[in-house]
């Protein structure tokens, strides 16, 4: 056995009992409640661009959970959008002035704590939406600044324009942009739901704590399977309004 799967399945247990206690306490306190799924809703991915999806980068995220489960998880719930006309954002992240001594620069400060300078706007090949999951005609793709996709960005207004209540959330990192997005996506008063299979990190642990917290806070976390049949039943029922 590799001594990498031996260390997972032990943080997986020592994070398993932290969940246990914890829900002890999230549960007397009267949180985990459920937001549900509305009537209407947009898929939005953040930051699956070959600079996070593809090795080779210092956004490089588990390429194990990307070529396994995230990515094959997205091609399913974008078939399921686009069968049924739901809208699909695709977020990515790049920067214009990229010298962190410029007097100006669209990275603001941010590049102070990470290496966003590596994202340049420049180099298409690196911001651009992984092939395998590449957009179509009629999808949108959204270049924010910072880690929420909606912070500074015009994200709320389409949303609410498409007369959108319900957003499922995937992508990258569970402990930035995704859970960003999230947060802020509640507090403009969609229901948010965080699609289990499909967000992903660079660090051991990340996702599973985040998505626990998520959970018990901002969103809904569903598998892949339950957001599937809610993107085709709500197709369906969108069909037969009209």
Same mark, same amino acid.
């Given at each position: 056995?590799?001594?990498?799967?031996?260390?997972?399945?032990?943080?997986?247990?020592?994070?398993? /009992?932290?969940?246990? %206690?914890?829900?002890?306490?999230?549960?007397? /306190?009267?949180?985990?409640?459920?937001?549900?799924?509305?009537?209407?809703?947009?898929?939005?991915?953040?930051?699956?661009?070959?600079?996070?999806?593809?090795?080779?980068?210092?956004?490089?995220?588990?390429?194990?959970?990307?070529?396994?489960?995230?990515?094959?998880?997205?091609?399913?719930?974008?078939?399921?959008?686009?069968?049924?006309?739901?809208?699909?954002?695709?977020?990515?992240?790049?920067?214009?002035?990229?010298?962190?001594?410029?007097?100006?620069?669209?990275?603001?400060? $941010?590049?102070?704590?990470?290496?966003?300078?590596?994202?340049?706007?420049?180099?298409?090949?690196?911001?651009?939406?992984?092939?395998?999951? %590449?957009?179509?005609?009629?999808?949108?793709?959204?270049?924010?600044?910072?880690?929420?996709?909606?912070?500074?960005?015009?994200?709320?207004?389409?949303?609410?324009?498409?007369?959108?209540?319900?957003?499922?959330?995937?992508?990258?990192?569970?402990?930035?942009?995704? /859970?960003?997005?999230?947060?802020?996506?509640?507090?403009?008063?969609?229901?948010?739901? %965080?699609?289990?299979?499909?967000?992903?990190? /660079?660090?051991?642990?990340?996702?599973? $704590?985040?998505?626990?917290?998520?959970?018990?806070?901002? %969103?809904?976390?569903?598998?892949?399977?339950?957001?599937?049949?809610?993107?085709?039943?709500?197709?369906?029922?969108?069909?037969?309004?009209?």
């Amino acid at each position: 056995m590799q001594d990498d799967d031996v260390d997972a399945r032990e943080l997986d247990r020592m994070l398993q /009992r932290a969940f246990d %206690a914890s829900t002890k306490i999230y549960q007397q /306190r009267g949180f985990q409640r459920r937001i549900g799924f509305g009537k209407k809703p947009a898929l939005v991915s953040v930051d699956l661009a070959n600079a996070w999806t593809r090795p080779g980068n210092p956004f490089t995220c588990d390429q194990r959970a990307m070529d396994g489960e995230i990515i094959p998880g997205m091609q399913r719930l974008l078939k399921a959008c686009r069968a049924h006309g739901h809208p699909v954002i695709h977020v990515t992240t790049a920067y214009e002035i990229t010298d962190p001594n410029a007097p100006f620069t669209d990275m603001g400060l $941010w590049q102070c704590k990470i290496p966003i300078e590596v994202v340049d706007l420049q180099r298409k090949e690196l911001w651009a939406i992984d092939s395998r999951i %590449a957009p179509v005609k009629g999808e949108y793709t959204l270049l924010k600044k910072r880690a929420s996709a909606f912070h500074g960005t015009g994200l709320g207004g389409l949303l609410r324009a498409a007369g959108v209540d319900t957003i499922l959330v995937t992508g990258v990192t569970a402990t930035a942009c995704v /859970r960003t997005t999230i947060c802020d996506g509640l507090a403009d008063g969609f229901r948010t739901i %965080a699609v289990k299979e499909c967000i992903g990190d /660079r660090v051991p642990g990340a996702v599973a $704590w985040n998505l626990y917290d998520i959970d018990a806070k901002f %969103a809904d976390v569903e598998s892949v399977d339950t957001c599937v049949k809610y993107l085709e039943g709500a197709g369906a029922t969108a069909q037969a309004a009209e």
